[in-house]
């Protein structure tokens, strides 16, 4: 990683989970960066970011759009005022299961800004199986300190699925 980036916290799953959580996030840096790595999920389900200040805000305030493509055929999706979280992986078009495994690259800009939304950029990825990019809205002001993915409706990610969480200083 470049040296702007500053490891925060990290965790390897040791087994299945349902969800990840970090908290107490500094308000020290620009930007933050979650990598998730060996993503593999139960069957059926939809892996997702909630996020907040103190707790997680599980209200219908988030907002997406995903664009996504499996070698043979494109397409996209959105979603308005969902209390689910920010997409992050879809099982509909691609989140592995078993031994096949992901990757998600997970940006929240101007996380600590308290004037504005905040804004998340996601890539995620299944080798032989699908590419997706998401667009995200949480629609707060407050500074984020907790985030927390989670697998929804109902499920869990795999024992070795990694988490890694980044913050990225100021210029």
Known sequence: MPTTY???ATTTLGSDTAT???SSI???YTDLVAVVGNISATV???MYCRVGNSSVDTGSNYSYTEIFGNGSG???TRASNTSNGLLCGDTTVGMPTGTSYATLIFNIQNYSNTTTYKTAISRYS???TVVQATAALWRSTSAINVIEFRIAPSGSFKS???FTLYGIKSA
């Open 6 to 8: 500053e490891p925060i």
């Open 20 to 22: 990840v959580s970090f």
């Open 26 to 28: 500094s308000g020290s």
């Open 44 to 46: 059926g389900n939809t």
């Open 74 to 76: 494109a397409s996209s």
């Open 126 to 128: 299944s080798p032989s």
């Open 160 to 162: 070795g699925s990694t």
